[in-house]
Nanobody, 125 residues
């Protein structure tokens, strides 16, 4: 069974850091384009970071709101994609999801093939 599981969310103070993990079972993440998305309360799910598959050069990109603060990376041995989040702010609060795209090198919200169930990040003092 193909599955993605996110972990690493929690409560953090403004200015703090968290590292989210997205671990796959049933398939090899290295061959997929992986995206991180978040959904803030009352808002639509938005894409925040994407890393293309190894065959597409593992290119990364970021939403303007997180660029310079968040870093996406992949550990092939662990079959896991990480999202390092620094300088967190209250507006970063939301449920964070990872998703996999098996047929392209981008992360369209409505075009991802597999989704995890999400992990909650709360940034508050």
């Amino acid at each position: 069974q193909l599955q993605l599981v996110e972990s690493g969310g929690g409560l953090v103070q403004p200015g703090g850091s968290l590292r989210l993990s997205c671990t796959a079972s049933g398939f090899t993440l290295n061959y997929y384009t992986i995206g991180w998305f978040r959904q803030a309360p009352g808002k639509e799910r938005e894409g925040i970071s994407c890393i293309s598959g190894a065959g597409s050069g593992s290119r990364t990109n970021y939403a303007a709101s997180v660029k310079g603060r968040f870093t996406i990376s992949r550990d092939n041995a662990e079959n896991t994609v990480y999202l390092q989040m620094n300088s967190l702010q209250p507006e970063d609060t939301g449920v964070y999801y990872c998703a996999a795209n098996g047929f392209g090198s981008y992360c369209p919200r409505d075009g991802m093939d597999y989704w995890g169930k999400g992990t909650l990040v709360t940034v508050s003092s």
